[in-house]
């Protein structure tokens, strides 16, 4: 007659044998799925910052600390762009923007001039047709950002220009609108007061 411990026996060695190919196959996508988010990752970085640097901008970061219109704690990731080891710009990545239907998540570049080089929505919530058009494959809204700076465009100018700012908004979207430009405005307010110490270890 077979022992309890003995009939457990068969489940014990079924849920190891489990566990170790769990484990293996772990080990062996962990490394394919670390690879695809830094493509994904760099494909973003790329399409907001210029490939004029020869760095290895994915590893190249800095992680900071700041606070939103609303005195709200927030971190993101600075990507920081060099060639020959000087300074070509950066990306924060990602910036939180207030849209109507909740949070906005932008990457934007910035040249080490503190111009703009561009903006990408990486997710939103927005309503199709609507604020949904704020994605850079809905619109070419976001080129408004080109290029723009403290120098050009005034920091009390960073608005819609019902307003009183210098920016179209999106129709149908004044929320959306007024969310990512205050976002984009933040961010190159941050990126000017903290230039000096974004490029230091």
Known sequence: MMTPDKKLLPLIILAGLCAIVLSITHELTYERISENIKIEKLQVIRAVMPPDFDN???????????????G??????????RRSGQPVGVVFMPIPAKGYNGTIHLSIGIHHDGTLSGVRVLKHQETEGLGGNVHQDKSDWLNNFANQS???????????KDEAGVFDQLSGATITSRGVINAVRNSLELYMAERDTLFSN
Do not use: G
Not at 73 to 80: A, E
Not at 150 to 160: D, L, N
């Open 56 to 70: 290895d901008i994915y590893d190249d970061v800095k992680v900071i600390n700041y606070s939103d219109d609303s």
């Open 72 to 81: 709200n704690q927030l971190t993101t990731t600075v990507y920081r762009a």
């Open 150 to 160: 403290f120098e050009i465009t005034p920091m009390e100018s960073w608005a819609i």
